[in-house]
T-cell receptor
Framework: GAVVSQHPSWVICKSGTSVKIECRSL??????MFWYRQFPKQSLMLMAT?????????EQGVEKDKFLINHASLTLSTLTVTSAHPEDSSFYIC???????????FGNGTRLTVT | QKEVEQDPGPLSVPEGAIVSLNCTYS??????FMWYRQYSRKGPELLMY????GNKEDGRFTAQVDKSSKYISLFIRDSQPSDSATYLC?????????????FGSGTQLTVLP
């Protein structure tokens, strides 16, 4: 099956600093990856679609300058939370799919705490 | 009214029980239906993936889709404590497009030993 690896699994940072989260497809190539955010006891909210070799597509209300996405290779997408603030504290999850019509497979998520 | 409704629970059952998890939806265009299991502090894990109406079985798990009633179910037989997790239904009109994928809010299940 499709394996999506996410790193780090948790991170604590100080307000004003930037944090990078990596998402890798381990056994397949993914031209498209997706970044989600999840608040406690809530469902997943799609933030952006990461496209290999081109700009990411952000959902309405998601600040593209705050959440920088880079998809430099077919197996790696990164999400950088810039100038993090406590309200950015959340659970960030990436996903990818084997083929464009296949179901999504998710990474194990990154818990970000901004102090 | 939400596009996908899912009873948030929490649902607590004894070990060995049959568990029924359900979602209703309003968009008749949905054709692809998924169930994900999410353990605490982990990403969702795909359990079942079905297209259109009908049943699909995988081990102790059975997914049912009734498009005429806009109702999907996940049954877990012989439930185990390791099944304790949040279960998310998800659906889309087309396969694969995350932008068209709608999740339920999740049902928290606890299986008591």
């Amino acid at each position: 099956g499709a394996v999506v690896s996410q790193h780090p699994s948790w991170v604590i940072c100080k307000s004003g600093t930037s944090v990078k989260i990596e998402c890798r497809s381990l056994d397949f190539q993914a031209t498209t990856m997706f970044w989600y955010r999840q608040f406690p006891k809530q469902s997943l909210m799609l933030m952006a679609t990461s496209n290999e070799g081109s700009k990411a597509t952000y959902e309405q209300g998601v600040e593209k300058d705050k959440f920088l996405i880079n998809h430099a290779s077919l197996t790696l997408s990164t999400l950088t939370v810039t100038s993090a603030h406590p309200e950015d504290s959340s659970f960030y999850i990436c996903s990818a799919q084997l083929t464009p019509t296949a179901p999504l497979h998710f990474g194990n998520g990154t818990r970000l705490t901004v102090t | 009214q939400k596009e996908v409704e899912q009873d948030p629970g929490p649902l607590s059952v004894p070990e060995g029980a049959i568990v029924s998890l359900n979602c209703t939806y309003s968009n008749s265009a949905f054709q692809y239906f998924m169930w994900y299991r999410q353990y605490s502090r982990k990403g969702p894990e795909l359990l079942m993936y079905t297209y259109s109406s009908g049943n699909k079985e995988d081990g102790r798990f059975t997914a049912q889709v009734d498009k005429s009633s806009k109702y999907i179910s996940l049954f877990i037989r012989d439930s185990q404590p390791s099944d304790s997790a949040t279960y998310l239904c998800a659906m889309s009109p087309q396969g694969g497009s995350a932008r068209q994928l709608t999740f339920g809010s999740g049902t928290q299940l606890t299986v008591l030993p």
